[in-house]
């Protein structure tokens, strides 16, 4: 890889319009919780894995574990890169310092379109857990959790955190009482878990093949994907060098658990496998309580939603916000883009993620789940590419939390990722790969010729040795 960047010796242009730093006013714990709730485990519990019980079936359980090693191998990769390169920019920052400006440049455009489609997709499931208090429609439920997240995004960080914290709690509760019901309704012993049985179309029951489960395991990468949350973080984690590391492995180990244990004991407590292919989740534990029970869970799974809307403005304010102090864009777009407001967050930014993902509410976003997919699996992919080059040059002396086992983890991502991509529809991986490739004209038409003044990584001036 070639055209790597060192951010501390990164040119000093266009300083005039150069923002302020971001504060840094949050800790493990409130980092933790934040990120936590990025991974949103009740909404994805009942937003997206009934999608993998469609599927999947009883296999959804044993994928999602799959998926959770993983990402443990990733997120050793995101805590070292993320204590090496603290940046705001995330995942494009660490690749770009270490893998070269292309590959941290592709590596921008897959995670902004995870960041702008996630939200709004999960932000329309609100209204369908509303559904005990009000009937609503999904659209505009949607788009005004999006409105609302981006008015949170705007305050103070260590106030989001507290904000988060506290419905954080409450789907945790949630996700803890499916949990007990479904163990305590218990249809099947452990060995379901593992028989692999979906419910066909007529009704009948198939097996779920090898196959199928390595096309779900980029599905199943998404659902604990938040640990990354910790890397947008990193500016304004105290201590980033030891606490990027702390909060990227707690946050995995807490929402594998919390999102695991549940999927479990659905399997075991579902009446039949039609039942679990068929993704109800409400109705399973209406019928294993009651209906004041099922309410309370819908309820805490909408607050869940809103909670993970906040978090993920916070977390994509901060990704655009890094690309403008960074230079990706025009000169009037960086100075707009990077500017700040009262509470020290960035309030240009905050807007143009939050209310565009308003209106994404509105438009149909039946493939993006396949494309997010891809996409995440992507850039896992070229941050293990990163990871495996980072012990080389000046970086091998750097002061970063180190990984165990590398080069081993790196190249094992990299060898898995690349198969489970060859694995995944070719629709998806056209949507994915016509964008990859129009970013890749705008770098080779506007950013690499402007490569002196274009798309520098900088670094916090207290996070440079």
């Given at each position: 890889m070639t055209d790597t960047l060192t951010p501390a010796e990164a040119p000093a242009v266009e300083t005039s319009d150069s923002p302020r730093q971001l504060k840094r006013s949050i800790g493990v714990v409130g980092g933790t919780l934040l990120?936590?709730?990025?991974?949103?485990?009740?909404?994805?519990?009942?937003?997206?894995?009934?999608?993998?019980?469609?599927?999947?079936?009883?296999?959804?359980?044993?994928?999602?574990?799959?998926?959770s090693l993983l990402c443990v191998a990733v997120a050793f990769c995101y805590s070292e890169l993320g204590t090496l390169v603290p940046s705001a920019g995330g995942e494009y920052a660490m690749v770009s310092t270490l893998a070269g400006r292309l590959a941290g440049w592709l590596v921008f455009v897959l995670s902004l379109l995870v960041v702008m489609v996630v939200p709004p997709v999960i932000a329309m499931g609100t209204a369908d857990y509303l559904a005990p208090i009000v009937h609503l429609d999904p659209a505009l439920t949607g788009a005004g959790v999006m409105l609302l997240a981006t008015l949170a995004g705007l305050l103070d960080l260590r106030a989001n955190a507290w904000i988060t914290g506290i419905f954080l709690v409450l789907e945790v509760i949630a996700a803890a009482v499916v949990a007990v019901l479904g163990f305590a309704h218990a249809e099947r012993g452990p060995a379901s878990l593992v028989s692999l049985e979906v419910a066909g179309a007529d009704g009948r029951t198939d097996t779920v093949t090898a196959l199928l489960v390595v096309s779900g395991l980029a599905i199943a990468l998404f659902i604990t994907q938040g640990f990354s949350t910790a890397v947008?973080?990193?500016?304004?984690?105290?201590?980033?060098?030891?606490?990027?590391?702390?909060?990227?492995?707690?946050?995995?180990?807490?929402?594998?658990?919390?999102?695991?244990?549940?999927?479990?004991?659905?399997?075991?407590?579902?009446?039949?496998?039609a039942e679990l292919t068929g993704g109800d989740l409400s109705a399973m534990v209406t019928a294993w309580s009651n209906s004041a029970v099922g309410t309370f869970v819908s309820l805490c799974v909408a607050l869940a939603i809103i909670n993970a809307g906040i978090v993920m403005v916070i977390q994509n304010s901060r990704v655009l916000f890094a690309s403008a102090r960074d230079k990706a864009w025009p000169r009037p777009v960086n100075g707009v883009l990077s500017r700040l407001g009262r509470f020290g967050s960035p309030w240009v930014a905050t807007l143009a993620v939050g209310v565009p993902g308003a209106a994404l509410c509105f438009v149909d976003l039946d493939t993006l789940y396949g494309v997010t997919g891809v996409s995440v699996t992507g850039m896992y992919l070229l941050v293990a590419v990163a990871a495996l080059l980072a012990r080389r040059g000046s970086h091998r002396h750097t002061s970063a939390w180190r990984m165990p086992l590398w080069p081993a983890v790196p190249v094992l991502l990299i060898v898995v990722l690349g198969y489970i991509l060859t694995r995944q529809e070719p629709e998806h991986l056209l949507w994915t790969g016509g964008i990859t490739a129009v970013a890749t004209l705008y770098w080779a038409l506007y950013l690499r010729p402007r490569r002196a003044t274009r798309w520098l990584v900088t670094l916090p001036e207290d996070a440079r040795d």
């Open positions: 990120t936590l709730s990025c991974v949103t485990p009740a909404s994805t519990l009942f937003v997206v894995v009934p999608d993998l019980f469609g599927s999947l079936g009883t296999a959804t359980a044993l994928t999602i574990a799959i998926g947008y973080l990193s500016e304004e984690l105290e201590n980033p060098r030891r606490n990027v590391a702390r909060t990227v492995l707690a946050t995995l180990a807490l929402s594998t658990v919390i999102i695991l244990v549940p999927v479990v004991a659905l399997t075991l407590g579902a009446s039949d496998v």
